[in-house]
């Protein structure tokens, strides 16, 4: 039997594009050989595409363009069996690519259009869930628009209806990033100062003294849920340098809970999963 031709896409045009090529590495390492041909691709964060030989990701980590060629959407991905998306973010997690793929009738990893584009923005998400009864923690968003012209009635909405601690949220970023834990009025004018540089749609929740524990699930409309692990974090919250950086955070599986917390958190997560149609 022929090898399966697999196009590894990493990079992109987000904010989390190293945090892709991390990733990307992973993917590629961990694809058994004997199975299936990896196609590396490529794309900058300028948008342009990128693949044609072993070890491209590596270059992209380097910043080194010389000597490739950039070659278009299907230049890139003709004669893949599957597509591999391995982009973080925007133009990738959030149902862009996924769009794309479909248009062209080729067949890849993951969530399609809609639980993509769903579970990546937050808002969206919450209210998806807390309509159909799942307990989120209370949250209020607003426009970047908004911010600027009446940041003070803002600031007094979320001391009134959060207040302190609380999470302020780009809405559509992954890997913690423009994230920040806000302790006091003083420090949330900063913290949201600094989520506007990331999208048009802020998220502030009410920070909540919880363990953290993570429940995968995997399948279609026979989705079944993975073993529970807990985050045991090495700093102030699970943040971007604690995730990638300063190796302090370690990861307990199975988590140390009862059956019955773990039979309900399974539960939960399967319903959420059905809930926002991933695949």
Same mark, same amino acid.
């Given at each position: 039997?022929?090898?399966?031709?697999?196009?590894?896409?990493?990079?992109?045009?987000?904010?989390?594009?190293?945090?892709?090529?991390?990733?990307?590495?992973?993917?590629?390492?961990?694809?058994?050989?004997?199975?299936?041909?990896?196609?590396?691709?490529?794309?900058?964060?300028?948008?342009?595409?990128?693949?044609?030989?072993?070890?491209?990701?590596?270059?992209?980590?380097?910043?080194?363009?010389?000597?490739?060629? $950039?070659?278009?959407?299907?230049?890139?991905?003709?004669?893949?069996?599957?597509?591999?998306?391995?982009?973080?973010?925007?133009?990738?997690?959030?149902?862009?690519? %996924?769009?794309?793929?479909?248009?062209?009738?080729?067949?890849?990893?993951?969530?399609?259009?809609?639980?993509?584009?769903?579970?990546?923005?937050?808002?969206?998400?919450?209210?998806?869930?807390? %309509?159909?009864?799942?307990?989120?923690?209370?949250?209020?968003?607003?426009?970047?628009?908004?911010?600027?012209?009446?940041?003070?009635?803002?600031?007094?909405?979320?001391?009134?209806?959060?207040?302190?601690?609380?999470?302020?949220?780009?809405? $559509?970023?992954?890997?913690?990033?423009?994230?920040?834990?806000?302790?006091?009025?003083?420090?949330?004018?900063?913290?949201?100062?600094?989520?506007?540089?990331?999208?048009?749609?802020?998220?502030?929740?009410?920070?909540?003294?919880?363990?953290?524990?993570?429940?995968?699930?995997?399948?279609?409309?026979?989705?079944?849920?993975?073993?529970?692990?807990?985050?045991?974090?090495?700093?102030?919250?699970?943040?971007?340098?604690?995730?990638? $950086? $300063?190796?302090?955070?370690?990861?307990?599986?199975?988590?140390?809970?009862?059956?019955?917390?773990?039979?309900?958190?399974?539960?939960?997560? %399967?319903?959420?999963?059905?809930?926002?149609?991933?695949?």
């Amino acid at each position: 039997m022929s090898k399966k031709i697999v196009g590894v896409i990493f990079g992109g045009r987000s904010g989390e594009h190293e945090v892709s090529l991390v990733s990307a590495t992973s993917v590629i390492n961990e694809m058994p050989k004997e199975k299936y041909e990896v196609r590396e691709i490529g794309i900058a964060k300028d948008g342009k595409w990128y693949t044609g030989e072993k070890g491209l990701v590596e270059k992209f980590k380097a910043g080194d363009f010389s000597g490739l060629k $950039n070659v278009s959407f299907d230049e890139a991905l003709g004669g893949c069996d599957i597509a591999f998306p391995v982009l973080h973010g925007t133009f990738g997690e959030d149902g862009t690519i %996924q769009g794309l793929f479909e248009m062209f009738g080729i067949a890849y990893v993951g969530c399609g259009v809609l639980a993509s584009s769903a579970c990546m923005d937050k808002i969206i998400c919450k209210d998806i869930l807390s %309509q159909a009864g799942l307990k989120v923690v209370p949250y209020v968003n607003f426009l970047r628009s908004e911010w600027g012209k009446s940041s003070d009635a803002i600031i007094e909405r979320v001391s009134k209806e959060i207040e302190y601690p609380c999470f302020v949220k780009p809405s $559509n970023m992954g890997s913690s990033v423009g994230i920040s834990k806000v302790k006091s009025e003083e420090k949330l004018r900063e913290a949201i100062d600094l989520a506007v540089k990331f999208d048009s749609r802020i998220l502030v929740e009410k920070a909540v003294n919880a363990r953290e524990i993570e429940c995968a699930v995997l399948g279609n409309s026979d989705a079944k849920a993975a073993e529970l692990g807990e985050i045991l974090v090495g700093g102030e919250f699970y943040d971007y340098n604690d995730k990638y $950086n $300063n190796g302090e955070t370690t990861v307990r599986i199975p988590a140390k809970i009862s059956f019955a917390d773990k039979k309900r958190i399974k539960d939960l997560a %399967q319903r959420a999963y059905k809930l926002c149609d991933c695949s």
